[in-house]
Protein backbone atom coordinates (compact mmCIF):
# COMPACT_ATOMS: atom_id res chain seq x y z
CA UNK A 1 0.00 0.00 0.00
CA UNK A 2 1.20 3.52 -0.86
CA UNK A 3 -0.36 6.93 0.51
CA UNK A 4 -0.16 10.22 0.05
CA UNK A 5 -1.12 13.39 1.61
CA UNK A 6 -0.72 16.78 -0.15
CA UNK A 7 -0.36 18.74 3.41
CA UNK A 8 1.18 22.49 4.17
CA UNK A 9 4.34 23.32 6.46
CA UNK A 10 3.98 26.88 7.59
CA UNK A 11 7.01 28.49 5.75
CA UNK A 12 8.04 32.00 5.79
CA UNK A 13 4.33 33.76 6.72
CA UNK A 14 3.05 31.47 4.48
CA UNK A 15 1.59 27.44 3.56
CA UNK A 16 3.28 25.38 0.72
CA UNK A 17 1.52 22.42 -0.24
CA UNK A 18 3.51 18.99 0.12
CA UNK A 19 3.09 15.41 -1.13
CA UNK A 20 4.27 12.74 1.21
CA UNK A 21 4.33 8.89 -0.15
CA UNK A 22 5.01 5.78 2.88
CA UNK A 23 4.88 2.21 1.61
CA UNK A 24 3.76 -0.11 3.92
CA UNK A 25 1.78 -2.85 4.79
CA UNK A 26 1.13 -1.96 8.26
CA UNK A 27 -2.53 -1.70 9.17
CA UNK A 28 -0.89 0.83 12.34
CA UNK A 29 0.38 3.10 10.11
CA UNK A 30 -2.09 3.26 8.26
CA UNK A 31 -4.21 3.85 10.75
CA UNK A 32 -1.97 6.54 11.69
CA UNK A 33 -1.97 8.14 8.71
CA UNK A 34 -6.34 7.97 8.83
CA UNK A 35 -6.12 9.89 11.75
CA UNK A 36 -3.74 12.32 10.61
CA UNK A 37 -6.39 13.31 7.76
CA UNK A 38 -4.95 11.32 4.82
CA UNK A 39 -7.51 9.88 2.36
CA UNK A 40 -5.89 8.74 -0.20
CA UNK A 41 -4.40 5.54 -0.43
CA UNK A 42 -3.22 3.44 -3.95
CA UNK A 43 -2.91 -0.81 -3.42
CA UNK A 44 -1.32 -2.73 -6.06
CA UNK A 45 -3.85 -5.30 -7.79
CA UNK A 46 -3.04 -7.72 -5.54
CA UNK A 47 -4.21 -6.05 -2.43
CA UNK A 48 -7.99 -5.61 -3.79
CA UNK A 49 -9.42 -6.58 -1.32
CA UNK A 50 -7.79 -4.56 1.60
CA UNK A 51 -8.48 -1.56 -0.45
CA UNK A 52 -11.87 -2.44 -0.35
CA UNK A 53 -12.10 -2.91 3.38
CA UNK A 54 -10.65 0.41 4.29
CA UNK A 55 -12.21 2.29 1.18
CA UNK A 56 -15.75 0.70 3.47
CA UNK A 57 -14.59 0.91 7.13
CA UNK A 58 -12.97 5.04 7.18
CA UNK A 59 -14.27 6.41 4.14
CA UNK A 60 -11.12 6.87 2.69
CA UNK A 61 -10.43 7.25 -1.35
CA UNK A 62 -8.32 3.60 -2.09
CA UNK A 63 -7.06 3.86 -5.78
CA UNK A 64 -5.39 0.23 -7.53
CA UNK A 65 -2.58 0.37 -9.66
Excluded: H
Aim: charged share 15%; aromatic share 10%.
Amino acid sequence: MCSSNPSSIPSAGYRQPKVVWIWTESKQVMTAAVERGWSTFIFPPDCRELANEWSCLLGVACKIL
